[in-house]
């Protein structure tokens, strides 16, 4: 099947036609910057700007950087608080006409493309998929079946503020740090995950998923950690598997 894919985040927009039976994109990979501020109407406009530019009609998958629960989100994650309440899927379909929009956490859908046709096929008990990239995404998955909408970069560091805002990517550039300075920063991070949730396997996915040989030397949390297969194309390619399920699931 052919679905478009969208990930939202708190830098860019992404999209692309995922054919979801292997996640190979099979359109042009767009991206256009994310509106700040990050408010509900201007969103939508992008978004709807990424869906002309692709002609696309019918069902999409969105990765949303926020808990969504129902097409509705519930939490302000890295945006505005303005997007509390909303009522995120039919706020898209309005702006894109002949749309159905199928909406998850960002997190939760990188890890649902990379345990369905990534590198966590085969791995069996508490699967832990962080993603590194404005925030610290968390999607938990045992035995191969996600638990929903968990945000462990929520956890407060020491300082009484998210631990995300200390050892994300973004953290990095803000801090001006370098790579093993945040590395160290990021070990701390998976050191207290696995405190709390005593996980089998880690997959690292996201933006700076992409240096992970120049920083893994730096990290001491004795879990297996895998680099997600999908890189930071695992939130698109895993929107359009969620879609696809959805949809499935309807029939």
């Known amino acids: ?3 478009l894919g969208l990930d939202i985040g708190g830098s860019g927009i992404k999209g692309a036609i995922v054919e979801t039976e292997s996640g190979r994109l099979i359109s042009e ?3 256009l910057a994310t509106p700040k501020p990050a408010l509900p109407g201007a969103i939508a406009k992008t978004v709807e700007e990424l869906v002309s530019r692709l002609n696309w009609k019918g069902v999409i998958g969105c990765s949303f950087p926020m808990v969504v629960v129902d097409g509705k989100c519930k939490t302000a994650g890295n945006m505005t608080n303005d997007w509390v309440g909303v009522q995120v899927d039919e706020l898209f379909e309005a702006a894109c006409p ?3 929009f199928h909406l998850g956490n960002d997190a ?3 890890g649902l493309a990379e345990m369905q046709l990534g590198v966590g096929r085969c791995l069996k008990g508490k699967v832990i998929m962080v993603t590194i990239g404005t925030g610290l995404g968390t999607g938990i998955f045992y035995n191969g079946i996600l638990i929903p909408n968990i945000e462990m970069g929520r956890v407060l560091y020491k300082n009484g503020e998210p631990i995300e805002f200390f050892a994300s990517g973004l953290a990095r550039k803000k801090d001006g740090l370098k790579l093993k300075e945040w590395a160290g920063r990021f070990d701390y991070f998976l050191t207290h995950l696995k405190r709390v949730t005593s996980p089998d396997h880690f997959i690292i996915g996201g933006g700076l998923s992409k240096k992970y ?3 893994s030397r730096y990290l001491s949390v004795d879990v297996p950690l895998r680099v997600a297969h999908f890189e930071n194309d695992a939130g698109i390619i ?6 696809e399920y959805q949809l499935n699931s309807s029939d």
């Open 1 to 3: 099947m052919e679905i």
């Open 238 to 243: 895993g929107a359009a598997l969620y879609a």
């Open 108 to 110: 939760d859908l990188a």
């Open 98 to 100: 002949k749309t159905k």
């Open 29 to 31: 990979r767009l991206w």
């Open 213 to 215: 040989e120049k920083f």
